[in-house]
C-alpha cells in the first residue's frame, strides 16, 4: 500500500518534469519520503501506516507544486520585451490592420474600375473622369505607407530599442515610446521628402 | 496587509538568508534530509519544495558537489560545497556581515 501511494505520487511529478533530469529528480524525492516516513515511524504519535503516508504526501505538497518548484521560471515573451511585444499587439499590430485593409481596398476598388472602363462603353466625359479618378487612386496609394515600409518602421523601432530607451518605456509607458515613434516616423517623412 | 502577502515578503527576505546557511551547513557532507533538519536545529525553518531545487540550482553553479550513494539500503544524494563554494563564503560571509550592521542602524 505505502509503496504504490509513493510510486503514484512520483510518477505524477515525473510527467511534468524535464526529461533531462526527470529520473534523478524522482530518485531524490522517493528517498526524501522514504527517509520522512522511516522518522515519522518512530514517532509515538504515529496512526497507521497508510495515514502516515497520506499525511506525509499531503505536507509535501501536490505532484504540479513540487514539480513547479524545480522549474526555473520560462517564459514565451520574456519580461524584458514584454513591454515592446504589449505595445505591438495593442497598436502597431491593430493600425497595420487598417493599413492594410485600406491599401486592399484601394487597389480593389482601381480594378474593378479599370475593368468597367475596358468592357464598358462610356461616354468620352466619363472616361476622362475615370482616368483622372484612377490616377488619384495611384496618387494616394503611392503617398501613402505601404505594407513593406511599416515592416520596416517597426524594425526600425527593435533597432532603436536597444540604442535609445524612451526614458519609462521599459516601466510600461507606452506614451514615450508612442512619441519616438511618432518621431521616428516624422524623421523618415522629411528624410525622404 | 493580508497573510498572503506578509507571507511573501518574509519568503523574499528569507531567500538569499537561505543560500548562505546553506552553503555554510555543507562543509561536510550532508543528504537533503539531514540538511534540512540540520537547519532546523540552528533555527532555519526550511521546507523540501525550497531546499531541493535550490540544492540543485547551486550544484548547477558549480558552488556544491553532489554524488548518490546506496546507504542502509537506501540510495541517498550527497551534498558538499566546492572548491568554488569554499572560495566564495568568506566572501558572502563579509557581505552579510555588512548587511546585518547597516540595517541594524537604519531599523534603529
Known sequence: ?193 | MTNESFDNVIMELRRGVIVLGVMSRLDHEQYGYSLIKDLSEHGLEIDQGTLYPLLRRLENQGLLHSNWRIEADRPRRYYVISDEGRDLLPRLKTEWNGIVSMMGKMLK
Open chain 1, 1 to 193: 500500500m505505502k509503496t504504490t501511494m509513493i510510486d503514484r505520487y512520483i510518477a505524477e511529478i515525473g510527467k511534468r518534469l524535464a526529461l533531462r533530469n526527470r529520473a534523478d529528480i524522482q530518485k531524490e524525492i522517493r528517498s526524501t519520503l522514504e527517509d520522512m516516513l522511516e522518522d515519522r515511524a518512530r514517532h509515538p504519535d504515529r496512526t497507521g501506516e497508510e495515514n502516515l503516508v497520506v499525511d506525509l504526501l499531503r505536507e509535501f505538497g501536490k505532484p504540479e507544486d513540487v514539480a513547479a518548484s524545480y522549474q526555473t521560471e520560462r517564459y514565451l515573451v520574456g519580461p524584458q520585451l514584454y513591454p515592446f511585444f504589449s505595445l505591438v499587439v495593442t497598436i502597431v499590430l491593430p493600425i497595420l490592420a487598417t493599413v492594410l485593409m485600406i491599401i486592399m481596398s484601394i487597389g480593389l476598388f482601381s480594378s474593378i474600375v479599370s475593368l468597367k472602363s475596358l468592357h464598358t462603353k462610356i461616354s468620352e466625359d466619363d472616361a476622362r473622369l475615370l482616368s483622372e479618378w484612377q490616377k488619384r487612386v495611384r496618387q494616394l496609394t503611392g503617398n501613402k505607407l505601404t505594407l513593406g515600409e511599416v515592416a520596416g518602421l517597426i524594425g526600425r523601432i527593435v533597432e532603436e530599442r536597444y540604442k535609445a530607451l524612451p526614458e519609462g518605456f521599459s516601466k510600461g509607458d507606452f506614451k514615450s515610446l508612442v512619441d519616438a515613434l511618432i518621431g521616428i516616423a516624422s524623421e523618415e517623412a522629411s528624410g525622404r521628402g
